[in-house]
């Protein structure tokens, strides 16, 4: 496997090692030893699959407390995927790393805890599979603005489809006394 650093510390690009042929292929999605040799020592705690159809469009969320790291990968489809720094007091504050995850290129993000995280569906629908570092908490999640112009995130789908409660994400300069701190 290959580690590929991001602009922004601690976010992670992961090319896990594929062997195949006109058969298909094998692939490790996670070993411990591997992934703790690459600076991902994450604990992981609870798996996640979600299935979207184009155009849907799921955060920008985070908890805090209990904040997740994640190990993002797309099985099936294509996402434009989203990290945002919201530790309030980092250098890299309110900036956003994006990165195209395809079944095609089977890269891996990692995004640890204290990133808010989101990604639309760019193909006909998209199976999205995450490693979680803590299990699921509503009571503290919170919800980033997708579009706040203050992150400024080049999304490739201007007609989104939100939950409700996506479109009641407020900004990060409203949700700043609830975020964690650097």
């Keep these: 496997m290959k580690r590929l650093d991001t602009k922004i510390q601690g976010l992670v690009l992961v090319e896990p090692a594929r062997f195949g042929d006109e058969r298909g292929f094998f692939m490790e999605t996670w070993q411990k030893e591997r992934y703790d040799s690459a600076g991902i020592n994450a604990g992981f705690v609870q798996d996640n699959l979600s299935k979207s159809r184009y155009g849907v469009l799921r955060g920008l969320h985070l908890q805090n ?12 489809g294509e996402v434009f995927d989203v990290a945002v720094d919201v530790r309030v007091g980092s250098p890299t504050f309110g900036q956003a790393e994006t990165v195209v995850l395809t079944d095609k290129n ?53 007609d989104v489809q939100l939950s409700e409660k996506d479109a009641q994400g407020l900004s990060l300069q409203e949700l700043e006394p609830s975020l964690p701190r650097y």
């Design 65 to 76: 407390p209990y904040g997740q790291g994640k190990l993002i990968s797309v099985i099936q």
């Design 106 to 158: 089977r890269l891996q993000f990692y995004i640890p805890p204290g990133f808010a995280h989101g990604f639309v569906v760019t193909s006909e629908s998209a199976l999205f599979m995450y490693k979680c570092t803590e299990t699921y908490h509503p009571e503290t999640e919170l919800t980033v603005k997708w579009n706040d112009p203050t992150i400024n995130i080049p999304w490739p789908i201007q």
